[in-house]
């Protein structure tokens, strides 16, 4: 389990399923994503996260407000399951009900998943991505340090030619102290020696 200010990440539980499948159902949640998901199609992603963490010993953990206990989505790191020319690679990413945003929520814990990664997973890079137009995520990823070249950006392969949402913008960020380009941020953001300070 991880824990924030306001938030716990932890395993998913039977409970969840319902308050996360309406959330997937919500056209505003999935909004820049190809399509609502079915009941059939929301469990299954359950199943997956909860598989990776099985298999990997981390996924995308089900988020948890610590006051009232409230499920809100899910904040967290994975592996891709698709190939690009950055993969293989870990991404970190969040979806969250709809009555959860503006809050700093998923800011808040994406930063704190990052420290988990990189002190105690020992990883050295993590990226994250999304379609150009999707400016709240955009802006959760420079906050927590992450930093874009357009030359990283890449047509999600998933999706077919020509589909709104095909084209992809990349993010990346790196360890304090891994070889790293200007093609990446620092973490963390305040370390000393970060050039970016």
């Known amino acids: 389990m991880i824990q924030t200010e306001r938030l716990l990440l932890r395993a998913w539980r039977e409970s969840d399923r319902d308050p996360f499948y309406r959330m997937n159902a919500d056209p505003e949640v999935m909004r820049y994503f190809p399509a609502v998901l079915s009941r059939q199609e929301s469990d299954a992603l359950v199943d997956r996260v909860e598989g990776q963490w099985a298999q990997r010993g981390f996924t995308f953990y089900a988020a948890e407000l610590r006051e009232g206990g409230d499920f809100i989505g899910f904040i967290g790191i994975s592996v891709p399951l698709f190939e690009a020319p950055f993969t293989p690679c870990v991404e970190t990413g969040w979806r969250l009900a709809k009555a959860y945003w503006g809050r700093g929520l998923a800011t808040e814990g994406a930063r704190q998943v ?13 990226v994250a991505f999304t379609v150009p137009a999707n400016r709240p995520s955009r802006r959760v990823m420079e906050k927590i340090g992450m930093t874009h070249d357009p030359a990283d950006d890449f047509d999600h392969p998933r999706l077919p030619e020509g589909h709104p949402l ?21 973490w963390p953001p305040n370390a000393p020696g970060n050039p970016r300070n």
Do not use: N, P
């Not at 095909?166 to 200007?182: D, I």
């Open 166 to 186: 095909r084209r992809h913008v990349l993010y990346r960020v790196r360890k304090v102290g891994m070889a790293s380009g200007q093609a990446a941020g620092d």
């Open 114 to 126: 990052l420290h988990h990664a990189f002190s105690e997973l020992g990883l050295t890079e993590i």
